[in-house]
């Protein structure tokens, strides 16, 4: 079935800073609601994309947070989705209707999740943990006392708090001494405040020059010396191309062979996601995340109309996009430390070129902005081809990540 709506996520966070979940809502074009097919179609897409070939969850540990209204509920494709992994947010005020109350009753019951919006804590009282597993709170970051009074009862049952909006670390900091997972407002895009010195750490250095050598098509021996430097870099360049994904089909234990087998572009973009990992100062795993995320997405939509070596370029760009944030230093002093080429240069700063709309256009679906749709027409991309990019690039994010 034809879709008309595109899919924007945010985080969730447990108080450790990680992120246990996304909140998938629907940005409808038009304010028509959709009729049950249409809703039908939509969970069955979710659930086709979040599950792999085997049928198991693509997304590992994480919970999925559904936008939901009334007619989801008794969806058929519900049944395909893991219950433990399944949360639904559905707006109290729709509970009176009896028929919506006796349906989350049931999915309850079932054991898929359910996140209760709007909710007026004090009225539902002692009932609130038979219908929820959580509920979404107003933080204001104003009265915290009150609010500490209000959700201590919440915290002795086993309905989990959800709240929102977080919009920086200092409130994120109050709320996990609140004992509530936030959602975050614009968390996943703020760099935690660090003490640490800013500018690159030995480790970084030596990945730029790495890459800068990649760059420049340097010599395999030439980089081989220079990844001898770094007995850690070394080891995980090892691993990975001895990992069951790389599949390499036999041992390779030298770095000669690792780099001869991995290739130039293979090697750039693995050097990218070590380099954003290899951050210490406005480290945070959220951020990191995102950053993962965003490249992988934008590379999916753009390699249907750029190919495959144009695309891993924005996966670049899109990586690079938030470097400035994760090593702690201006987009100005990145660009400095390492050559990039005009493409990925003017999409970083300005969102421009060749590459430039793939990255805003994965922006715009992490931060709910109304530009998702007019982004996607003109790069000529369907709701679908959209949805379907972002859902994978979710699931490769977790591989990655393990």
């Given at each position: 079935?034809?879709?008309?709506?595109?899919?924007?996520?945010?985080?969730?966070?447990?108080?450790?800073?990680?992120?246990?979940?996304?909140?998938?809502?629907?940005?409808?074009?038009?304010?028509a609601?959709?009729?049950?097919?249409?809703?039908?179609?939509?969970?069955?897409?979710v659930?086709?994309?979040?599950?792999?070939?085997?049928?198991?969850?693509?997304?590992?540990?994480?919970?999925l947070?559904?936008?939901a209204?009334?007619?989801?509920?008794s969806?058929?494709?519900?049944?395909?989705l893991?219950?433990?992994?399944?949360?639904?947010?559905?707006?109290?005020?729709?509970?009176?209707?009896?028929?919506?109350?006796?349906?989350?009753?049931?999915?309850r019951?079932?054991?898929?999740?359910?996140?209760?919006?709007?909710?007026?804590?004090?009225?539902?009282?002692?009932?609130?943990?038979?219908?929820a597993?959580?509920?979404?709170?107003?933080?204001?970051?104003?009265?915290?006392?009150?609010?500490?009074r209000?959700?201590?009862?919440?915290k002795?049952?086993?309905?989990?708090?959800?709240?929102?909006?977080?919009?920086?670390?200092?409130?994120?900091d109050?709320?996990?001494?609140?004992?509530?997972?936030?959602?975050?407002?614009?968390?996943?895009?703020?760099?935690?405040?660090s003490?640490?010195?800013?500018?690159?750490n030995?480790?970084?250095?030596i990945?730029?020059?790495?890459?800068?050598?990649?760059r420049?098509n340097?010599d395999?021996?030439?980089?081989?010396?220079?990844?001898?430097?770094?007995a850690?870099?070394?080891?995980k360049l090892?691993?990975?191309?001895?990992?069951a994904?790389?599949?390499?089909?036999?041992?390779?234990?030298?770095?000669?062979q690792?780099?001869?087998?991995?290739g130039?572009?293979?090697?750039?973009?693995?050097?990218?996601?070590?380099?954003?990992?290899?951050?210490?100062?406005?480290y945070?795993?959220?951020?990191?995340?995102?950053?993962?995320?965003?490249?992988?997405?934008?590379?999916?939509?753009?390699?249907?109309?750029?190919?495959?070596?144009?695309a891993?370029?924005?996966?670049?760009a899109?990586?690079?996009?938030?470097?400035?944030?994760?090593?702690?230093?201006?987009?100005?002093?990145?660009?400095?430390?390492i050559?990039?080429?005009?493409?990925?240069?003017?999409?970083?700063?300005?969102?421009?070129?060749?590459?430039?709309p793939?990255?805003?256009?994965?922006?715009?679906?992490?931060?709910?902005?109304d530009?998702?749709?007019?982004?996607?027409?003109?790069l000529?991309?369907?709701?679908?081809?959209?949805?379907?990019?972002h859902?994978?690039?979710?699931?490769?994010?977790?591989?990655?990540?393990?």
């Amino acid at each position: 079935m034809h879709q008309t709506n595109f899919l924007v996520r945010e985080p969730l966070l447990d108080p450790k800073q990680r992120v246990v979940g996304y909140e998938i809502c629907w940005q409808r074009q038009g304010a028509a609601p959709s009729s049950p097919a249409e809703l039908e179609a939509l969970v069955a897409f979710v659930a086709g994309q979040v599950l792999d070939a085997d049928g198991n969850w693509a997304l590992r540990d994480k919970i999925l947070f559904l936008e939901a209204v009334p007619a989801m509920l008794s969806t058929d494709a519900l049944h395909q989705l893991p219950p433990e992994r399944t949360v639904l947010s559905i707006k109290t005020s729709e509970l009176a209707r009896p028929d919506t109350l006796t349906a989350v009753q049931a999915l309850r019951a079932g054991g898929v999740g359910i996140l209760l919006r709007e909710a007026d804590i004090a009225r539902i009282g002692n009932r609130l943990p038979t219908i929820a597993s959580y509920v979404e709170v107003r933080f204001s970051g104003a009265d915290v006392g009150t609010q500490a009074r209000a959700y201590a009862a919440l915290k002795q049952s086993a309905v989990g708090m959800v709240a929102r909006p977080v919009s920086n670390w200092a409130d994120f900091d109050a709320c996990a001494a609140l004992g509530l997972n936030a959602f975050v407002g614009k968390l996943h895009l703020t760099p935690r405040p660090s003490t640490d010195s800013k500018g690159l750490n030995p480790a970084q250095a030596i990945i730029m020059q790495l890459m800068q050598m990649v760059r420049q098509n340097a010599d395999i021996a030439q980089l081989e010396a220079v990844l001898k430097r770094d007995a850690t870099l070394s080891y995980k360049l090892l691993r990975f191309i001895n990992s069951a994904g790389f599949g390499a089909g036999r041992e390779i234990q030298s770095l000669r062979q690792a780099l001869t087998l991995l290739g130039y572009t293979p090697l750039y973009r693995w050097l990218t996601l070590l380099l954003a990992t290899a951050s210490t100062s406005g480290y945070s795993p959220v951020l990191l995340e995102t950053a993962v995320v965003r490249g992988r997405l934008a590379e999916l939509l753009a390699v249907g109309a750029l190919g495959k070596s144009e695309a891993e370029n924005v996966f670049v760009a899109g990586m690079f996009s938030l470097l400035d944030r994760l090593l702690g230093i201006s987009m100005q002093e990145v660009l400095a430390n390492i050559q990039l080429s005009d493409d990925v240069v003017a999409a970083l700063l300005t969102r421009s070129g060749k590459y430039g709309p793939y990255l805003a256009l994965a922006e715009a679906c992490e931060l709910n902005s109304d530009l998702v749709a007019s982004l996607a027409a003109s790069l000529k991309l369907s709701p679908e081809d959209v949805n379907q990019a972002h859902l994978s690039a979710l699931a490769w994010a977790q591989n990655v990540a393990a």
